[in-house]
């Protein structure tokens, strides 16, 4: 990709005919259209990583790539929509605002570590964006006539104009090399993404340094570069998007299992202590062997459970195979038969296969405690555009009256709710129970 930007560049030189930008009005506004829009795009789900992992890098991104958006729409697209060209405020206005979202870009790979959990820190961010372009506009206002002509009409590119495109094309080149060492220092793919777009928009900045064009009717060569940077960046923030959310989704998953492991695990080995303290100082009676057994098989099967847990939550386990798994375990001693359906075609987000897990997990549970069942029914289905999670037994049921039910329910319950899902409960004495999860569209 470099040899070829390069040669393109070599040839815009070396042929100065080919500098000449062209007069497309329509094309003009569309390209500057869809860079505000891309910009924005940029600018939202950078602000949407932040929310997730509150990094400095992610807030930088969102703040610059806003400034983009606001300093292209208020300076090149607004006052050119009835047909008219930039004045020269709105002109060195535009410039310095390139400048200074260029600044927040080129910064954000010399972040480093987290914001504080404060509320409000994009939207005040944000808010000194758009006061730092206002001043920037009156600014121009005030210098009116002493700023340099920049129009076609001048004959001329001010010296003022060649220094800051390339003050532009420097701060790229630093946000371009500063991506790059953090890809190679941390492996990120975002800095990947964010790099290969600084790559392109470099190209595209010198392309303006050769050919600067104020008049906002006209298009160059580097105009087109521009698109497919922005193309590579929204891609790049919405793939790390992604991975931040699946992210956050395991940490919180492995840190409820440990809260489970202490309630659970932990107990039964201070049971199992318990009976060995009684064993050694001669006062076990003839139940303590018994319930020390107890205690120890209890112990292991939740030991089982974590593990099948954690390796289906952090992704080292595929879920349907995580799954049939603990079905075996939770069915090995012939207590309880449960039939098991996946349907091959169905399709399931990281955070829904994390928290489908565990409610048939905690589904399972409570019909071994409570429901007195044989047997039990698990099917995970999609027909059509519904998908659904359905957790039926033949037990003793019970009366269901919208109370919310035991501590269990409830967990299934928010569950549901943390992947957007809809829960409902069907039972009645004597006829058994199915709860029926039915997934986001």
């Known amino acids: ?43 939202v789900l950078a602000g949407l990583r932040f929310s997730v992992e509150r990094r400095g890098l992610d807030l930088l991104l969102c703040s610059g790539f806003a400034a983009t958006a606001a300093n292209l729409l208020a300076f090149a697209i607004v006052p050119t929509l009835d ?28 972040s480093r570590g987290r914001v504080r959990q404060q509320r409000g820190v994009v939207r005040s961010a944000l808010g000194a964006v758009g006061f730092a372009l206002v001043d920037l506009w009156f600014g121009c206002l005030l ?32 946000a371009l090399v500063g991506f790059g060492l953090r890809f ?20 595209a900045e010198l392309h303006e340094v050769l050919t600067p ?59 199992i202590l318990t009976h060995v303290s009684m064993l050694e100082s001669g006062r076990a009676t003839d139940a303590t062997v018994a319930r020390l057994k107890e205690a120890a098989a209890a ?4 030991a089982r459970f974590a593990v099948l847990a954690l390796s289906s939550a952090s992704g080292t386990a595929p879920f349907d195979a995580g799954l049939r798994r603990y ?12 039939d098991l359906d996946i349907d091959s075609r169905i399709r399931l987000a990281p955070d829904e296969q994390i928290e489908i897990f565990r409610i048939v997990q905690e589904g399972l549970a409570n019909v071994r405690r409570h429901s007195g069942a044989r047997r039990a029914w698990v099917r995970i289905s999609e027909d059509g555009r519904n998908r659904s999670v359905v957790v039926e037994d033949d037990g003793v049921g019970f009366e269901a009256d919208g109370n919310g039910g035991g501590q269990g329910l409830r967990n299934i319950k928010a569950r549901v709710e ?15 129970t199915a709860l029926e999860v039915v997934l986001r569209a």
């Open 184 to 203: 190679r220092a941390h492996g990120e793919d975002l800095h990947r993404w964010l790099a290969l777009a600084s790559t392109l928009a470099l190209f």
């Open 299 to 302: 112990a292991q099967q939740e």
């Open 327 to 338: 079905v075996e375990v939770l069915t090995a001693d012939g207590a309880l038969d449960v």
């Open 83 to 110: 047909g008219g060209d930039l004045t020269r405020s709105e002109a060195w206005a535009r410039v310095g605002g390139s400048v200074l979202a260029l600044a927040l870009i080129a910064a954000a790979p010399a």
């Open 1 to 43: 990709m470099l040899g070829l930007l390069g040669a393109g560049l070599l040839l815009i030189v070396a042929y100065p005919e080919l500098r000449e930008p062209y007069d497309l009005p329509r094309l003009r506004l569309f390209l500057d259209t869809t860079i505000v829009l891309a910009a924005s795009v940029v600018a």
């Open 213 to 271: 064009d104020f008049a906002r009717t006209f298009v160059s060569q580097g105009d087109f570069l521009t698109l497919p940077a922005y193309a590579l960046l929204m891609t790049g923030v919405w793939r790390a998007i992604r991975a931040a959310e699946f992210g956050r989704a395991v940490a919180d998953e492995r840190a409820r299992v440990a809260r489970e492991i202490h309630d659970g695990l932990a107990q039964y080995l201070f049971s």
């Open 418 to 432: 943390t992947i957007g899902g809809a829960f409902e409960l069907r039972s009645g004495p004597g006829r058994g």
């Open 143 to 174: 210098l009116g006539d002493r700023l340099p002509e920049v129009s076609p009409d001048a004959g001329h590119q001010p010296g003022l104009l060649t220094i800051v495109l390339g003050v532009q094309a420097l701060l790229i080149l630093a």
